[in-house]
């Protein structure tokens, strides 16, 4: 509510090959925040962002990620 953007620090752990859709379905304007790498997770539920980076989701729009069990890591997909 009132358009602030929501970081999404990490997501529970799943077994190698699991893959989520995430969708940012607000009903206002707020962005849906994948925060790199953020320390404020456990590391095991930790994202590698696209490049290193945060990914900003928009309202509507949605990603693809995949957990590696080698790097213990929620992975964005880019297809």
């Known amino acids: 509510p009132g358009g602030a953007s929501r ?3 990490g997501i529970a752990a799943q077994q190698n090959g699991k893959l989520i859709l995430l969708l940012n379905i607000a009903d206002g304007a707020e962005d849906l925040v994948l925060v790199n ?3 404020a997770s456990t590391a095991g ?3 590698y962002g696209s ?3 945060n990914v900003t989701l928009r309202r509507g729009s949605g990603i693809w990620l ?3 069990g080698v790097d213990q890591r929620w992975k ?3 297809i």
Do not use: F, G, K, P
Request: net charge neutral; hydrophobic share 35%.
């Open 51 to 53: 490049n290193n980076a």
């Open 66 to 68: 995949i957990y590696d």
């Open 7 to 9: 970081n999404i620090t």
């Open 37 to 39: 790498q953020s320390t």
């Open 45 to 47: 539920n930790r994202i």
């Open 76 to 78: 964005v997909l880019n």
